[in-house]
Structure formats: structure tokens, C-alpha cells
């Protein structure tokens, strides 16, 4: 394959394949009216048109306005992110569509419930770096513990790694939540 596109391809989306460039992660904030269906029409996009989604998470908003917040985490070269955020924007029941990863004036957080087994010197270190990520001891046995952590996806990825070869058993993680700084509403 060669880095320059065919005469046809420029400005078609069927030959996004074909776009050169590194992919990179992006979350979409997408308020929705609060209707059945909404939901399974945004999932059948990302569907129907073979993009992934790594994390979603979903909650009415506003229920005076019937409003919800749909929070979709994908990954694509930036032809694919674009015409993600377009066909978005098309679906009726979608009011606003706003790409907030990466952007200071929005902040990302997960929640993320990490099992550790561990004894010894193992279980020393696990506690040791749990303290240093602010993770808290939700339960413990003899053998293992249960952290809760809260922060941006790679902290949570970082306190994984670090977990991993101290006994890391399960990790289970709500899903990216955003929301903008400031004291504007979206």
C-alpha cells in the first residue's frame, strides 16, 4: 500500500483505510435526549461502520429536560475520529457532540475495583503503591485485597501495571466519565 491516495479517494469517507497517520484515543461526550432506542442507534454507528468502542457509560443528566450524557471512548486515525463526531452529530436525537479527550478545558476520570493476592513482601508492596495512587482498601482477606481507585485511564493503567506482577487477580473498571471545568453548562 502506498502513502499517496487514489485521484477518487480525496474527500470520500469510503477511503478512510487508506489515510496515513497514527491512531490515536479519543472520548466523545454526547448528550442524547432521553428516548428508547437512542442508546442501540449510537452503538449500531460505531457497528455498522466496524469502529470499536473501548468504553461506554451512560446516565440521564437532566431529567427536568429529559437529557443524557453518552460517554464513548474509540480509537482511530483522525479521518475515522472525524467522521465519528459527524455521524454523531446526524443522529436526531443527539443534541451536542463534544470531543473532550485530551482537552484541558475537560476532565476524564474511571473508577476501577483492582484484586490483588498477595502475602509477604508481595503484600507489603501492593499496600505501598496502593497508598502512593490514593487507592482505597475496599476489603481484605489473609491473602488478598480489594482496591478502589478513581483518576485519569492511565493512572488506572499504571497502578494495573504495577500491580500485575505483585498478584493482580481481576480488575474491573466503570468507564470513562467526563465532564467540563468551569461553571458553564454543557
Known sequence: MTDTLPTDAV???YFLDFETGAERRA???VIVANEPGVLARVVGLF???GYNIESL???ETDHAVHTSRITIVTRGREGVLAQIKAQLGKIVQVRQVFEVGGDPRWVERELALVKVRGTGEHRVEALRIAEIF???VIDTGTDSFVFELTGAPD???KFETLMR???LVEVSRTGVLSIARGAERV
Open 11 to 13: 474527500g470520500s469517507a
Open 27 to 29: 472520548t466523545f461526550a
Open 47 to 49: 457497528s455498522a461502520r
Open 57 to 59: 457509560t451512560v446516565a
Open 134 to 136: 490514593r487507592a482505597r
Open 155 to 157: 493512572k488506572i493503567d
Open 165 to 167: 506482577p505483585l498478584g
